[in-house]
């Protein structure tokens, strides 16, 4: 045996933990058949050569779950009596036993942490004249010094970005450092010149006014004895948005001037830990002995829009030997009103890197860039020439046909000309490389201006621009490919949709919002998690989810809910639903409960709300209905918003449950039942002499009757159709979807195509993604699109939106075949489409327990190679098909073995299996 992969739910990095519980995970890899866990222990103490000789000290020892005769792997609770000490490494390490008994250990795990009974900084009077933050007044909040965060906020009193910096002298070199740090909107941290990580972005964005993140770093490589520096550079984010002049685009404020900053002030704190050999523990806090000047970034506008002077930069100005004695000191700010929160989710980090496939200058003065593939980017150039020298970057997704930028949504014009950043040069007489600080887009095209491609022309040379996609860190899961070349390239475009909308929250398009719309965010976790790692994530989003919640119980459609909407693109159930539905995923693909403590009360006050909406005795019908379905028409309201309804309820009762509230479970068991009664009394028709079966109406034109696929597939996926009535449902959708046209908006189209899988046709799917005209994902890529658009249109305002992406999950759990059956793949079915148009397929996903590889060979017809891989501590299905003649199992170098029936069922290994036909 040997364990693969360890870790810790909900966390990202584990450098800050701030909570006094934890729960561990495990996947293990094993060449015996034959082998299973039996037992684990895990324990966790302060000092790592305790694990080494697993002889834990005493007095060392933080927790030891003792030896736990189970199979788990995932989902075990550590919760130490007295808490975990703060500021302090903590080492952990795993022992599993095999079914002989035998041990094995995992490596030693490490993790810091914070402060996990401290949310606030201490307060610091702005009058230190008469109130200085050392009186005895604030007495009670320097007490538990051990406990307690020791920074203040610290800036210039300003809304522009501003470079940071202290210098302070080591001894010695320390064993470790960790530091601890936040800046608002977004920061960007250095140690003697160094970045102190590949984070962009940081913190990850929250309401402010009520939770704060920070991020934590190990630097101990970065500091050595003698003099050193911490550097910081600080732009606006969303928490300070700038709009930098009427001439630039800010979504927030657009058309109503909705928005309403957090704060007016950017701010920042960090606690640098340093620790030596001897146990010497101390440090170093921004306080007011910091410096701080203007940056040479002049205006950092979030929708990829910042003015960057290269003669104001202070080149070396983070470094230790940086002569910083004409900069003034830093302000003490009151900083935000939320809380201090670890930055649990992945951070934000630059991926792939895309150079241009097309080099062009339509005039002069302008170079244009295609980039080849639309994707989430920070761009980076590299130009020449003389001092002041202006240039202007602008992006695009869409181009006119000389290939200058274009926004094709007349709307937005606004986009297409208010959104660029200006460079001026500093003249060094060598090439400057500019890339944006504090901001991102989504683009396929650059638009230089101000520079030429031949020095002759008398302008600044352009050497070179690429593109550098920017996403969430969250760990790369599965890849997909088939036989068919229309197909990959679809998969290629729903891939990068889904990667250019990851950050510290999901959002549905990188450029022209930004924001957190929730709907994505479930309808789309099904298909995300074969391709990352979501968990710590969803953590992260279910606690803006918690700060947005109003008092009346009510979930916005955002979270963050950085702009108040309106009516139902405020209050829809079909977005807000995320509260509800995102525990159970996470219980459901990632096998973790830790979130459901602090989420169950806002669920059921959540449910509450709904209650005082119900019409016609528990129907919902106020909300967006199948969005996206002609755009804004409220198709399908009733059977769309009362199916989610009756789903959130089974979750809270899921919920209550898992916490042991049995009689509160019994409660919204009875809840769903009579919304099911509901449901089927209104929307289900049984006596139509018209046609040949039951079927399920909408209420949008009543009293008369409909009945499209969406009602059907609604009520067939969210198990809302009595067992009598099921075939005749299911009859009534594929007679509406015979003709393979799609007639779904973004919520209805899921369950579209679920229900097509379960009808096992796949001819209906690629037929209706292969249509000539809209709705059609297959237009998209005749007309040269690399990414899906907001809606079934040529031209969008946003090209890069992953609401329609819901396709992406029938292709893994219908083609590739894979589908998880029990709670983290556990158990997992696999079912190729046999009888399709495949003859070759090629995927894997790398589960909580280990790599899942799928391929799917067929040859003329009459033959099929299943080649799998099966990970430890799982059990797969397969699937036969009806028409096979026989069938044959091998185990890596065993002979072939027949196979009885159509199901087989295999624990962990490399099988192939051999299908006559």
């Keep these: 045996m040997h364990i693969s992969r360890y870790g810790i739910h909900g966390f990202h990095e584990v450098l800050g933990i701030d909570t006094d519980e934890i729960r561990f995970y495990w996947a293990i890899e094993s060449e015996d058949q034959d082998a299973t866990q039996n037992a684990y222990r895990i324990v966790v103490t302060t000092d790592a050569t305790d694990l080494e000789s697993n002889s834990p000290n005493v007095s060392k020892l933080v927790w030891d779950s003792e030896r736990v005769e189970s199979r788990e792997q995932r989902n075990i609770l550590c919760k130490p009596s007295n808490g975990f000490q703060s500021t302090t490494s903590h080492f952990w390490r795993i022992t599993v036993w095999d079914q002989n008994n035998n041990a094995y250990y995992s490596p030693i795990g ?76 977004h920061f960007n941290m250095s140690v003697n010149g160094q970045p102190a990580s590949d984070h962009r972005l940081d913190p990850g964005w929250t309401n402010y006014h009520r939770r704060v993140q920070f991020t934590s770093y190990d630097v101990s490589e970065y500091l050595d004895a003698g003099r050193n520096a911490l550097g910081v550079h600080l732009g606006n984010g969303f928490y300070a948005g700038d709009k930098g002049g009427d001439d630039r685009f ?37 306080d007011p002995s910091w410096k701080v000047r203007k940056s040479a970034t002049t205006l950092a506008n979030i929708y990829a829009s910042e003015n960057h002077d290269r003669r104001l930069y202070p080149a070396g100005w983070d470094s230790a030997s940086f002569n910083d004695t004409e900069w003034a000191s830093v302000k003490p700010l009151t900083g935000p009103r939320g809380h201090l929160y670890y930055q649990t989710q992945p951070p934000v980090v630059l991926h792939e890197t895309f150079a241009p496939v097309n080099i062009h200058s339509p005039k002069k003065g302008v170079v244009c860039y295609d980039l080849g593939q639309n994707a989430s980017t920070m761009v980076k150039i590299e130009v020449e020439g003389a001092a002041g020298s202006e240039i202007i970057v602008r992006y695009s997704e869409t181009v006119k046909d000389d290939g200058t930028v274009l926004m094709p949504d007349p709307l937005f014009k606004e986009f297409e000309t208010g959104v660029f950043s200006k460079i001026l040069l500093s003249g060094t007489g060598q090439p400057e490389i500019w890339t944006p600080d504090f901001s991102f887009t989504s683009a396929r095209y650059i638009q230089v201006e101000g520079v030429s491609l031949d020095a002759g022309d008398g302008l600044p040379v352009i050497h070179s621009a690429v593109g550098r996609h920017i996403s969430s860190a969250a760990r790369k899961l599965g890849t997909m490919t088939t036989d068919k070349d229309d197909v990959n390239s679809l998969l290629s475009a729903l891939y990068w949709s889904f990667s250019s909308n990851l950050f510290s929250y999901h959002t549905d398009c ?166 099911y009664d509901t449901y089927n009394h209104h929307l289900l028709v049984t006596d139509d002499p018209s046609r040949p079966y039951a079927y399920y109406t909408s209420l949008d034109n009543y009293p008369e009757r409909d009945r499209d696929a969406i009602a059907q597939a609604m009520a067939l996926q969210f198990g809302l159709v009595p067992a009598k009535h ?79 992406g819901t396709i992406y999950e029938w292709f893994y759990a219908a083609v590739l075949g894979l589908k998880p059956i029990s709670e983290a793949y556990r158990t997992f079915e696999v079912d190729p489409p046999y009888e399709s148009e495949f003859n070759h397929v090629k995927g894997s996903v790398d589960s909580p327990y280990g790599l899942i590889a799928i391929e799917f060979t067929r040859t003329e017809d009459i033959s099929i190679e299943l080649d799998l891989q099966v990970p430890f501590g799982t059990t797969a299905t397969v699937k036969l098909p009806l028409n096979m003649k026989q069938a044959e199992v091998g185990f890596g170098k065993e002979e072939r073995k027949f196979i009885d029936g159509r199901e087989l069922e295999l624990g962990h290994g490399l099988y192939a299996i051999f299908i006559q036909l």
């Design 110 to 185: 490490h993790f810091f942490t914070a402060y996990p009974r401290s949310h606030l900084l201490p307060p610091y009077s702005m009058n230190q004249t008469y109130m200085p933050h050392t009186s005895l007044i604030f007495k009670s909040w320097f007490e538990n010094e051990a406990d307690r965060w020791k920074a203040v906020w610290i800036g210039d009193g300003g809304d522009k970005p501003i470079y940071l910096r202290k210098s302070f002298e080591l001894a010695r070199k320390p064993a470790r450092a960790i530091l601890f740090a936040s800046g608002l909107g």
């Design 250 to 286: 800010f979504w927030p404020m657009y058309e109503d001037n909705t928005y309403v900053r957090y704060g007016n002030e950017l701010c920042f704190f960090g606690e640098l830990h340093i620790f030596y050999e001897d146990g010497k523990h101390s440090v170093l806090i921004s």
């Design 510 to 675: 990188p450029q022209i919002e930004k924001f957190g719309w929730l709907e994505v965010t479930h309808l789309l976790a099904p298909a995300t998690q074969y391709i990352r790692d979501m968990e710590s994530l969803y953590t992260k989003i279910l606690d803006d989810i918690l700060d947005s919640q109003e008092p009346s119980g009510l979930v916005p459609t955002m979270a963050p809910e950085i702009r108040y909407m309106c009516g139902p693109l405020h209050d829809t159930i079909t977005w807000g639903c995320a509260l509800c539905l995102l525990p159970d995923i996470l219980r459901q693909y990632y096998g973790s409960t830790h979130v459901i403590p602090k989420v169950y009360p806002a669920a059921v006050r959540y449910m509450e709300y709904m209650h005082t909406k119900e019409r016609k005795g528990g129907l919902i019908e106020h909300g967006l209905g199948d969005w996206g379905r002609g755009i804004a028409f409220g198709n399908n309201q009733a059977n769309i918003e009362t199916a989610v309804y009756y789903r959130c309820l089974q979750c809270v009762e899921m919920m209550a449950r898992e916490l042991g509230k049995r009689e509160e479970a019994e409660r919204f068991k009875q809840w769903s039942a009579r919304i």
């Design 726 to 804: 099921h075939s005749d449902v299911m009859a009534a959708f594929l007679d509406d979807v015979a003709d393979g046209k799609i007639r779904a908006g973004e919520i209805g189209l899921r369950f579209l195509f679920n229900t097509l899988a379960d009808a096992k046709r796949p001819d209906l799917v690629l037929q209706m993604a292969r249509q000539e005209e809209h709705p059609s994902y297959m237009r998209f890529l005749r007309r040269g699109e690399t990414t899906l658009l907001e809606f079934w249109q040529d031209e969008c305002r946003s090209k890069c939106h992953d609401m329609l």
